[in-house]
């Protein structure tokens, strides 16, 4: 008998192994009881819709009618979507480096009932690969364990239990630690966090441009890095920049849609992980020169985007060809080829957090380059996100797909993510209904209160979000958010709550830059004077507002914000509580550049206008 309920899923990973053999569950406190009604460890298996590893063993274990049967008469088995659940894969990440570095998905983790881990580990083989067991050899030995050595396997998980919620309470206890805005904060210093660049100029791989060996990430928050440090005038940071962005543009990991693929497996950027990754494209918008950007918003509005304007996670590596399965194929084929065949599915998962990232990638790049185009998608993807995943101007649901409504919670990456692109799209605009939705949105972050799984809760293993390589986190896109609107408001509790909540993160990325890059940036930022900088203009069409208008959008700098508004609605942003915007609304055509809220005259054409920026 097939027990499995994963048919009605929301995950689309978790919909993909309804028909497995194995009796999945979804994560949630009723898995759990089972087990301990039994007696049996619990099987938790993580992964994601469009992960080529994941597919491969499905195929080559979950789908085995006696790995199936073996796992329903010995094991709970649960199936965990991480992008629907990244608060249970940021634990069972912190739990399995206790047993591997080579961490990855498919990861598989063995929890005691008390959902404790005591063993993990990544993909496993159908049968033994040199010192690789397979997966039945793992199987195996955990039943061992569990039966013969239980006083062990209960040590073990009570240790790493206890190692995770250490580490939890000491992350908790320094975000909550009064750090003072003045010099003598514990952020790195200014001249700390410009040394970094020396040290990635020593770590670029001069021969293939980027950074370190295979596999090569395209690292979007450590480029963003590297951008804002150019812009505060380290010369060597804008080549270093180039250089990677141009080794990722001409090589195979940017396909030939523009579209740019998760990683690469070997250092020269060549033979891409195919799976096309909506984070990493949002995130190389914030940085790429307008050419690539165009592409890459390209593959976002032909590809990834939903009827309503949102962005679906993912495109998947695999597409099914003469009948089956198989990786990469379909990309390699010329654009004008490609249509004969079936695409590689899409992971229709719409995740707020990362369509917030999406959003301020579109933002960044559409006003660099002046591509109104983009300002539309970012704002279509805004109002789909608001209308589906938010309740009174709060996020309620991190994940929506066709399967409906996640009953997961959001998390900070969603709170976070999702404020910081709404209020790039309000200053972009000028559309203040957006600023006074991510305003809520922080306050909510800054205030604490998400939802911890109960099931986490109980095991006391939960970790609050973790640092990650691949995209902005939530907590530095929240602090950012804070400083933003510090600066709109003249409330400086947003900018000493983001300095609290970025400056470990800042220092560990001062140490480790190639890991914990996303928070120099801002750390650097919130040690300068600030910079505001508001162009007034109801007709931006004229000639000379047209000159204003770039030059406003190429005065980005680290302390810097840029705000394009009517006269309208700088009475409205006013009248909302954003005191910057106070006595805006009585001139059109003007900018106004202000230093730490003190401003210069206004500045009435372009020559003036670059004086002051200058």
Known sequence: MNDNRLGTAVSPYLRQHAANPVDWREWGAAAFAEARERD??????IGYATCHWCHVMARESFSDPEVGELLRQD?????????????????????????????????????????????????????PVGQHPSFRQVTSAVLDAWRNRRDEVDANATAIARAIRQGAEADAATAQAGLPHQAGSSLPSVDAIRGVVSDLERAEDT??????????????????????????????????????????????????????????????WSVPHYERMLYDNAGLLAVADPVRARGIADFLRDTLRRADGSFVAAQDSESTIDGRRVEGEWYRLPLDERTRLEAPPLDDQVLTGWNGLAIRGLVLAGARAGDDEMIGLARAAADAVIAAHLRDGHVAVRSSSGGGTSTAAPTLEDLGLFAEGLLELALGT????????????????????????????????????QPQTALRSGTVALASAAALLAALTGDDDGRSAAERLVAERARTGVDRPLGHADALGLALALQRPSREVVLVADDRVVPDVAAMLHAVRSARRPGTITAVLTRAQAAAWADAGFSLFEGRDT????????????????????????????
């Open 207 to 268: 021969e293939y441009g980027g950074f370190g060996g295979a596999p090569k990430f395209p690292n979007a928050p450590l480029l963003e890095f590297l951008g804002d440090a150019a812009a505060d005038g380290v010369d060597a940071a804008g080549g270093l920049l180039d250089r990677a962005l141009g080794a990722i543009a001409g090589s195979e990991l940017t396909d030939a849609d523009g579209g740019v693929f998760r990683y690469a497996t070997r250092r020269d």
């Open 75 to 127: 094991f709970v088995a649960v199936k965990v979507d991480r992008e629907e659940r990244p608060d249970v894969d940021a634990s069972a990440m912190a739990a399995a480096s206790a047993f591997t570095e080579q961490l990855g998905w498919p990861l598989t983790v063995f929890m005691t009932p008390d959902a404790q881990v005591f063993y993990a580990g990544t993909y496993y083989p159908p049968q």
């Open 40 to 45: 049996v460890p619990v099987l938790v298996s």
């Open 430 to 465: 000028g559309e203040l209904r957006y600023a006074v939705i991510a305003r809520t949105l922080v306050d909510d972050g800054l205030s604490g209160a998400l939802e911890v799984d109960p099931v986490l809760a109980a095991a006391g293993t939960a970790t609050g979000e």
């Open 587 to 614: 001139q059109d055509g003007v900018t106004y550049v202000c230093h730490d809220r003190v401003c210069a005259l206004p500045a009435r054409d372009a020559d003036e206008l670059a004086a002051q920026l200058g």
